[in-house]
């Protein structure tokens, strides 16, 4: 087992429950143990940033001294670092660690606003992609799949927390990632090829600016519908909830109609597992998954996703 300290932030014990739910019942078959970290709060994302940079990077700061204390959270012979699956998160927990390595006076206001010294430096931070795709990788994950999902066409989508920037991300091509789509092919699914695989879909404008969003996610929608896929893929809480719950406004925005079901990366591992869709948490979302779940236990493609 690859025991690995566990970052689930506020999303995945509030809105994103099926993330933290299917990423627990993917570990065991994966060999990975997850010990999560003790006395975490929220890392400020994503209204903190745009408030206070000093608020943004104390209230991650924190949470990274934290896992400085642990035994799992620092590569060692006993551990293989931070495991963040929400892609805000590790964002913004790799930018504190960036920005705090770098600054000494940030280093010296965040010891005062904090009340200890700035001690994260050494924590391994990880999303749970690059955990996935590279410390374990899909010939490792392959080796564990008892239902490949021979058939089904998949678009990755990686939006725009996960890879930029480099200078805080670094294990993935920005421009033409291929870490998701390892991990789908993995499963015995096929990767689409597609255009808008690393576009935004809006997330941050979800309640101010409906009609952007609309727009944004039915260009992402119809990028994958049109490319042949039957699913979509991703790692990120907000981008899910956009592409799952905003296919009505999509769809207007694009003059059509969408019933593509959208799924975390730890879900379409789950069911490759050969995991029961319920303990995946599956027909918790908006868009039903049912015509992709019967493809499946047909061993067949699926055919009409979108008009």
């Not at 001294?65 to 805000?88: D, E, I, K, Q, W």
């Not at 239902?147 to 421009?175: H, M, N, Q, W």
Request: include cysteine.
């Amino acid at each position: 087992m690859r025991p690995y300290a566990y970052y689930p932030g506020c999303s995945l014990q509030g809105t994103a429950k099926e993330y933290e739910a299917s990423l627990r019942a993917i570990a065991g078959p994966l060999g990975i143990e997850l010990h999560e970290l003790p006395g975490w709060t929220c890392c400020g994302s994503s209204a903190a940033h745009a408030t206070s940079h000093l608020l943004a990077i104390a209230l991650a700061g924190r949470n990274l001294n934290l896992a400085a204390r642990t035994s799992f959270a620092v590569p060692s012979s006993r551990g293989a670092g931070l495991l963040v699956p929400c892609a805000a998160c590790y964002s913004r927990l790799r930018g504190a660690q960036v920005a705090l390595d770098a600054d000494g006076a940030l280093r010296e206001q965040f010891a005062e606003v904090t009340g200890e010294p700035w001690s994260g430096g050494a924590v391994a931070v990880k999303s749970l992609v690059e955990v996935l795709a590279q410390d374990l990788g899909p010939a490792e994950v392959a080796a564990c799949i008892v239902r490949p999902l021979s058939g089904i066409k998949v678009a990755s989508y990686y939006g725009c927390l996960l890879l930029r920037p480099t200078t805080i991300t670094g294990f993935d091509d920005p421009e033409t990632p291929s870490t998701l789509d390892s991990l789908v092919a993995a499963t015995g699914a096929s990767p689409v090829a597609w255009s808008h695989k690393t576009e935004c879909c809006g997330a941050g404008l979800s309640i101010s600016k409906r009609d952007v969003v609309g727009r944004l996610v039915g260009d992402i929608l119809s990028a994958a519908v049109d490319a042949g896929a039957h699913a979509i893929v991703t790692a990120c809480p907000m981008c899910h909830a956009n592409l799952d719950t905003r296919q009505d406004i999509a769809g207007k925005a694009a003059g059509r109609s969408f019933r593509l079901p959208v799924l975390y990366i730890t879900q379409l591992l789950g069911l490759a597992l050969g995991i029961a869709p319920r303990q995946l948490s599956l027909r918790s979302h908006l868009t039903s998954v049912g015509s992709l779940l019967a493809a499946i236990e047909a061993g067949a493609a699926l055919t009409g996703e979108a008009t």
